[in-house]
Every structure is written in C-alpha cells, then in structure tokens.
T-cell receptor, first 118, second 114 residues
C-alpha cells in the first residue's frame, strides 16, 4: 500500500514566519507534487519534482520554494508566510513513465496540512 | 490553456437516486483521465482511471465513467447512491505527453440525504 505522509495535519503560523511543510513517500516514486486546495478553486499545483534535486514550477509558485534532497522527501517552504497562504496543502507522488502504463500518472495523496497564517 | 470543467458545484440527492457528474476537458490530443474522491476528513483517493481501450471504465464502490472523445467528456455515474457517497469529487486529466502533471477540475460536492 502506497503511503504518503505529511509532517503536520494542522499548523498555525504568524505573518512573516518561515514555514516548512514536509512530505515523505515510501513507494520509491520518482515524481512528487505540492498542491494547495481552496474551496471553489479545486487543486492548484504549486511545484513538482521529477527527480532528486530537480524541481519545476506549477501554476502558482509565487511565495513558495521547494527542496528535494532525497528521493522520498519533498519539502515546501514558505519564505515569509502571508495570510493569503492560509490553505490546505496536499502532497502527492507518482511513478514516471516506464514503470508500467497502469501505474503511470496516477498520483497518491497525503492527508494534507491545514495551514493558518495569522 | 489546458483546463477541466466540472459543471456542478454542489449536488444534493436522496439515497437510491442515480448520479451523474459532468466533466469536460480542453485539450486536443491524447489524454489520460481520472476521477478522485475526497470523503470528509480523508485524503484524496482514486475512484477510477481511463488510459485506453474500452471507454466505459468501472471503478471502486460501484462508480463508472464514460469517455466520449468527440465531446471531450468523462462523466461519472452511479446508478444508486448511498449516504456514504457524500464527498467531494474531482475530475482530472493528464495530457498524455509524459508531463506527469494532472490538471484538476474545481470539484463537485455531493451530499446524499438518508
């Protein structure tokens, strides 16, 4: 069973703080993703990574950065948290092409971190 | 730009009613399609997926979806809903170009009244 874990379920931070959200997967997936989920807006991709030390911007990267030093771990960093970053943050992982078509592209999600910035 | 449109924001049904949730995508090439479900307080999980072959795809918990290429649609159906189907449903697609990224719709909240 694929497991994607996130370091916290709930987090409250103050404006201007540096915030780290951690995600770990145990399935040796190449790809990892960070989304934010807001009511009425669905899931929006912040950043993704297809290999260690590689990263690509998603649709809404402003105000965020990421780090992937090990294959199983993908961190999302809010350099200076702001109130408009209050949201649910979801991490996901997937295999890349070549592992078998049936598994390709299917993303497995973590439980989410609900971040409140005050 | 690639996008997914889910027609209904909130659907309210009585138990045993039939369900159809609409999903249309905008992309002219080959696509891989998904429906995900998020039960209250739980993480997103895959309901079903389409890659190729039979356009009628069956998933978990009695759900099915039909891919109609000419209509760019991938509607989700269930003949008889239960209270436990109360959840938010997300349609998503991948462009088939090896990008690994999924484009998600905004979601449809389903409330089933006992």
């Amino acid at each position: 069973d694929v497991k994607v874990t996130q370091s916290s379920r709930y987090l409250v931070k103050r404006t201007g703080e540096k915030v780290f959200l951690e995600c770990v997967q145990d399935m040796d997936h190449e790809n990892m993703f960070w989304y934010r989920q807001d009511p009425g807006l669905g899931l929006r991709l912040i950043y993704f990574s297809y290999d260690v030390k590689m990263k690509e911007k998603g649709d809404i990267p402003e105000g965020y950065s990421v780090s992937r030093e090990k294959k199983e771990r993908f961190s999302l960093i809010l350099e200076s948290a702001s109130t408009n970053q209050t949201s649910m943050y979801l991490c996901a992982s997937s295999f890349s092409v070549g592992r078998g078509l049936a598994d390709t592209y299917e993303q497995y999600f973590g439980p989410g971190t609900r971040l409140t910035v005050t | 730009a690639q996008s997914v449109s889910q027609h209904n924001h909130h659907v309210i049904l009585s138990e045993a009613a039939s369900l159809e949730l609409g999903c249309n995508y905008s992309y002219g090439g080959t696509v891989n399609l998904f429906w995900y479900v998020q039960y209250p307080g739980q993480h997103l999980q895959l309901l079903l997926k389409y890659f190729s072959g039979d356009p009628l795809v069956k998933g978990i918990k009695g759900f099915e979806a039909e891919f109609i290429k000419s209509k760019f649609s991938f509607n989700l159906r269930k003949p008889s809903v239960q209270w436990s189907d109360t959840a938010e449903y997300f349609c998503a697609f991948e462009s088939g170009a090896g990008s690994y990224q999924l484009t998600f719709g905004k979601g449809t909240k389903l409330s089933v009244i006992p």
